[in-house]
């Protein structure tokens, strides 16, 4: 065999036998493309996820906390609203001190938290003035709640009581009444 024979067998096996070699390793390279796309596509998609998570998260705990400050609002709007105030006529109703009240009666007083007294006759209507004295009897009938009637703490030595309609801040171990608050209630 000549040399140009030799040349274009060897050129027609190679051709034969490079020829899918070739297309294998191109069809290789095509699927290793392939799982990297796929394999990228999925980092970005638990990447996505991952966001959305943290979003979700974030907008649950602005929501919890929005919810809160509200919460806070509407117990503050309530503490204002619940104070005893004269023009709203029902402020007394759903306390628990008045629980048992029901409306005025001759010869008591009613204190809230203590209930019905009986009052001396002479005392039934009467006008408290500052620099007068709380007789002993009518001593005990503590406020247990001046906030809620909006009164700042009594001083030491000195209790805020109730005496019929009105509300006197005393000394506690002589009487003295320091100050009137009439027609509470």
């Not at 602005?62 to 709203?88: A, I, M, V």
């Not at 004295?133 to 000195?158: E, H, I, K, M």
Request: net charge positive.
């Amino acid at each position: 065999m000549n040399r140009l024979t030799k040349a274009a067998v060897i050129a027609l096996a190679l051709a034969t036998t490079a020829a899918p070699m070739m297309a294998q390793a191109q069809d290789r390279h095509d699927r290793r493309e392939w799982r990297q796309d796929r394999r990228d596509d999925r980092r970005e998609w638990r990447q996505d996820r991952r966001d959305d998570r943290r979003e979700l998260r974030q907008d649950r705990r602005e929501w919890r906390q929005d919810r809160r400050h509200d919460r806070r609002d509407w117990r503050q709007d309530q503490r204002r609203h619940d104070r005893w105030s004269r023009d709203n006529r029902d402020w007394w109703r759903g306390r628990p001190e008045f629980r048992d009240y029901r409306g005025a009666r001759n010869g008591y007083w009613y204190a809230p938290g203590h209930g019905y007294y009986r009052v001396e006759p002479r005392y039934y209507g009467y006008r408290w003035r500052t620099g007068g004295y709380l007789p002993s009897a009518y001593r005990n009938y503590y406020v247990s709640d001046p906030y809620f009637y909006g009164l700042r703490p009594a001083p030491r030595g000195y209790r805020y009581v109730h005496a019929g309609n009105d509300i006197l801040m005393i000394a506690v171990a002589t009487g003295l009444i320091a100050s009137v608050m009439n027609n509470v209630y």
